[in-house]
T-cell receptor, first 113, second 111 residues
Framework: EAQVTQNPRYLITVTGKKLTVTCSQN?????MSWYRQDPGLGLRQIYY???????DKGDVPEGYKVSRKEKRNFPLILESPSPNQTSLYFC????????????FGPGTRLTVL | QKEVEQNSGPLSVPEGAIASLNCTYS??????FFWYRQYSGKSPELIMS????GDKEDGRFTAQLNKASQYVSLLIRDSQPSDSATYLC???????????FGTGTRLTIIP
């Protein structure tokens, strides 16, 4: 089944404890993105990648890191999480510029205490 | 001014009527426009994309784009209870994957 998977789906952590949210797609897509969704603020892009080893900042990259060492994986790293990073996170992928459809993962709900 | 603005709603529409959702954007360089639907507790899914001025129809959905007015709309004909969701407008330029979303409009179809 073609899909984008994220792990973990739910995470409660404490301020300053480094964490990684994994994202993997099995569709051989070129493009991948990370978003956060907050009430009243909508969906905001954190980082995106258009190719292996190529990443670019979205609208809210502060406090986050990403890497794209292989096409299928695009982990989101929070080196020192803070309570304002409590949010619902979505990973998404798109084949390339020949197609519009961006496939979203199921989401990761992160709480930073 | 927000880059992409939508009325947050909620917008209530009787079953069978036309639901009209609106979106304005500030970046005149925007070239790709999308409507996503998000059911409560679920991930967004793409329902329409539009690139040129005018209308684009797909089943019960029609997207309308007016670049001069920096305005995108989505019409849902013969609204069904299953159309009740939050609708997100998004805009993008060519050449990169930077996508900017509006805050979404919550639509409720009343049986």
């Amino acid at each position: 089944e073609a899909q984008v998977t994220q792990n973990p789906r739910y995470l409660i952590t404490v301020t300053g404890k480094k964490l990684t949210v994994t994202c993997s797609q099995n569709m051989n897509h070129e493009y991948m993105s990370w978003y956060r969704q907050d009430p009243g603020l909508g969906l905001r892009q954190i980082y995106y990648s258009m190719n292996v080893e190529v990443t670019d900042k979205g609208d809210v990259p502060e406090g986050y890191k990403v890497s794209r060492k292989e096409k299928r994986n695009f982990p989101l790293i929070l080196e020192s999480p803070s309570p304002n990073q409590t949010s619902l996170y979505f990973c998404a992928s798109r084949r390339d510029d020949r197609t519009d459809t961006q496939y979203f993962g199921p989401g990761t709900r992160l709480t930073v205490l | 001014q927000k880059e992409v603005e939508q009325n947050s709603g909620p917008l209530s529409v009787p079953e069978g009527a036309i639901a009209s959702l609106n979106c304005t954007y500030s970046d005149r360089g925007s070239q790709s426009f999308f409507w996503y639907r998000q059911y409560s507790g679920k991930s967004p899914e793409l329902i329409m994309s539009i690139y040129s001025n005018g209308d684009k129809e797909d089943g019960r959905f029609t997207a309308q784009l007016n670049k001069a007015s920096q305005y995108v709309s989505l019409l849902i004909r013969d609204s069904q209870p299953s159309d009740s969701a939050t609708y997100l407008c998004a805009v993008k330029n060519f050449g990169n994957e930077k996508l900017t979303f509006g805050t979404g409009t919550r639509l409720t179809i009343i049986p």
